[in-house]
């Protein structure tokens, strides 16, 4: 019999299921058996997908709904052995942001997937959208104070360090404003130059993420303080070991399928 694994990150609040949650799940392994429903990973198959998700009062409904149809999206294209992270976007004050982690066994042919292996596909999308559903809470958009994009993607390099063999994408639904006490994009005047990024370089405060595929929807690609703020990340990606090419710094992708580097 396979051993079930649901991992759930210890530092996240959606760590205890909801009633809700738990529900699925349990019918999640009843249809399954004794095969799992999700887990026990191999480092050599599938991708590993890792999602930043804003819901900062600076993103409109229709921001927050697009970026939630392109998850979703992204989700229908989950395959056997690939991985998703989910993580809230830091807010920069003492309340952890929600995460969530887990992957899709890998089958034992990968070219003839079983019916159980089909079923194990289906059910872990089940639960990513559940805690999809979860992070784009209305009413908890009303309580983010700060966005802390920084301290996202220190967790988020993490997160691809534990990804192995697999290739690695970090999609970023946010707007890309940062607003903390220490950087406050709200103005062209605070966006931090090429001296910053170097400081924080020298220092070793820069996330590494070298050989990781970023694509970013949501972003303002058109106002001049949005030019400001994509220089800027642009600088910053490329000093943490990757780059944003121009097709994947958007404002919005409609079709999953771009969800991809070049």
Partial sequence: MDETI??????????PLSPLSVVV????????????AVGSESPNQGHSYIVGVDISGSRTKTDLDESKKLLDGLIDRLEA?????????YQGGREPARQ???SIR???????????????????KDIARMQTSILFDSLRTKQIQATDIFGTLA?????????????TTLLLLSDMINETPEVRMTSSQEIPG????????????????????????GADVSSARGAAIREFWNKYFEAAGTNVSPDNYRNMISDPSEVACP
């Fill in 25 to 36: 799940f349990v019918l999640a392994l009843t249809t399954t058996g004794c095969d799992s």
């Fill in 194 to 217: 090429n001296t910053w990024i170097r400081q924080r370089a020298d220092s070793k405060r820069l996330p590494q993420l070298r050989g990781v595929c970023v694509v970013v929807a």
């Fill in 155 to 167: 967790r988020a390099a993490d997160y691809a360090k534990a990804s192995k063999n697999r290739g």
């Fill in 81 to 89: 052995g690939d991985h998703l992270t989910l993580i809230e976007v």
């Fill in 106 to 124: 890998t089958p034992r042919d990968p070219k003839q997937l079983t019916g159980s292996d089909r079923r194990r596909v289906e059910d872990f």
């Fill in 6 to 15: 649901m991992k759930l990150s210890p530092l996240s609040p959606l760590s």
């Fill in 100 to 102: 969530w982690s887990d």
